[in-house]
């Protein structure tokens, strides 16, 4: 099985920054594409960022300018830099990877249990 833990959630005032991690572990041949999602109360899952295995990055338009995704393959761990928070952040984030468990499987998705920011205003 594979297993995705994020860390680096919490509580931050308007304007502050946080930098979340999710590392992915168990039987991984390789990895293609992670990313982060968020979902907020009374909405439906987003997306924030992803990062492919060469480093492309695509972002949501809210995060544009103020939140960067990068990744360590060696680590097969991936990583949301946030600054300039608002309260419109507030929401649970998750991270998603996916996952190729031998050279003769196909992808498969995989997510973390999520990990909430608050953004205190």
């Known amino acids: 099985q594979v297993q995705l833990v994020e860390s680096g959630g919490g509580l931050v005032q308007a304007g502050g920054s946080l930098r979340l991690s999710c590392a992915a572990s168990?039987?991984?041949?390789?990895?293609?594409?992670m990313g982060w999602y968020r979902q907020a109360p009374g909405k439906q899952r987003e997306l924030v960022a992803t990062?492919?295995?060469?480093?492309?990055?695509n972002y949501a338009d809210s995060a544009k300018g103020r939140f960067t995704i990068s990744r360590d393959n060696a680590k097969n761990t991936v990583y949301l830099q946030m600054n300039s928070l608002k309260p419109e952040d507030t929401a649970v984030y998750y991270c998603?990877?996916?996952?190729?468990?031998?050279?003769?499987?196909?992808?498969?998705?995989?997510w973390g249990q999520g990990t909430q920011v608050t953004v205190s205003s």
């Open positions: 998603n990877a996916d996952v190729k468990r031998s050279f003769l499987s196909d992808y498969a998705a995989y």
């Open positions: 168990g039987i991984i041949f390789s990895i293609n594409v």
């Open positions: 990062i492919i295995s060469g480093g492309r990055t």
